[in-house]
């Protein structure tokens, strides 16, 4: 069994691990890549299952919030038991654990994990050079705010959080859709045209639907015991949610857990007994929409 300790902290080197681990183990799972983050390491996805619906189910965006990763691998493997037992859910699972892998080695591994980026992140932590809080990828780019969805009006709401260029977190890029990490979860979506997304992060036992996905976000909140909320302040633009909710698609924001921030890697098996449900219903109640 993937043990907790592999994926917790997880960073970009850990989930390297953790999918080599499980792609060994079970000959039904496939592994590729959607792309590279800024520094060049690699994007992975997992796919699960087959037919249809099919779903994306993405997480750590945010480095801080890298624990809804190891819950999407903890998850996939717990898939791949069940589903040689017959009792996985119909339908495909494409699962990308660790969206920003750049950005969970700054984290884990300090300034130095930045390598040719490190100046431009020690400029960006006031240069202090102190990544502990970092959440954005490698430029200092917030990937959650880079997306095609009221780009433009989160500028001034930007700038009066004082951020004017890269930054530890918040700070939306030049142009949506700039950094290659956003550009490669873009490109996954379109190339896979999935039913419906699911984006998780930490914290705040709270889920965000778009439009598209309010009834069912409404029912799979009530089944994990969260609420369905809207976002508000800096949180409402540029998201990923927020792109797909534009092309009319389904998609939810899950802020997994509660409690300190960052959730501690102790909470690991807390956070995944409180979404587990909803990862395994969602297609049935996301997939028909
Ligand atoms: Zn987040």
Redesign the pocket.
Same mark, same amino acid.
Do not use: V
């Given at each position: 069994m993937l043990a907790s300790r592999l994926v917790a902290p997880l960073t970009g080197e850990r989930t390297e691990e953790a999918v080599r681990y499980l792609a060994e183990r079970y000959p039904s799972l496939w592994v590729t890549t959607v792309g590279k983050s800024v520094m060049g390491r690699p994007i992975w996805m997992l796919r699960v299952g087959q037919g249809e619906p099919r779903l994306l189910y993405v997480a750590t +965006? +945010?480095s801080?919030?890298w624990i809804c990763g190891s819950a999407l691998l903890l998850f996939c493997e717990e898939y791949l038991k069940e589903e040689a037992r017959n009792r996985a859910p119909h339908g495909t699972l494409y699962l990308v654990p660790c969206l920003n892998p750049d950005g969970v080695e700054l984290v884990a591994k300090g300034i130095r994990a930045g390598g040719v980026l490190s100046h431009l992140v020690r400029r960006a932590t006031g240069g202090m050079g102190d990544t502990s809080r970092w959440?954005a990828n490698a430029r200092g780019v917030d990937l959650?705010h880079n997306y095609e969805a009221g780009f433009a009006a989160y500028k001034p709401v930007e700038r009066a959080l004082g951020i004017t260029g890269p930054a530890p977190t918040r700070y939306s890029g030049e142009y949506p859709l700039s950094e290659p990490e956003t550009r490669a979860l873009a490109g996954a979506v379109d190339t896979l045209s999935p039913h419906a997304v699911l984006?998780l +992060? *930490?914290q705040g036992r709270e889920i965000y639907a778009s439009r598209a996905a309010r009834a069912a976000g409404a029912l799979l909140a009530r089944r994990i015991g969260y609420t369905l909320g809207t976002p508000e302040g800096a949180?409402a633009y540029g998201g990923l949610t927020d792109w797909l909710d534009v092309r009319g698609m389904p998609a939810l *924001?899950v802020?997994c857990g509660l409690g300190v921030n960052p959730l501690p890697p102790e909470t690991l098996s807390q956070v995944y007994r409180e979404v587990l449900p909803l990862l395994w219903h969602a297609p049935r109640l996301l997939g028909k929409m």
């Open positions: +965006h +945010h801080l919030e959440q959650n984006s +992060h *930490t949180a *924001t802020e």
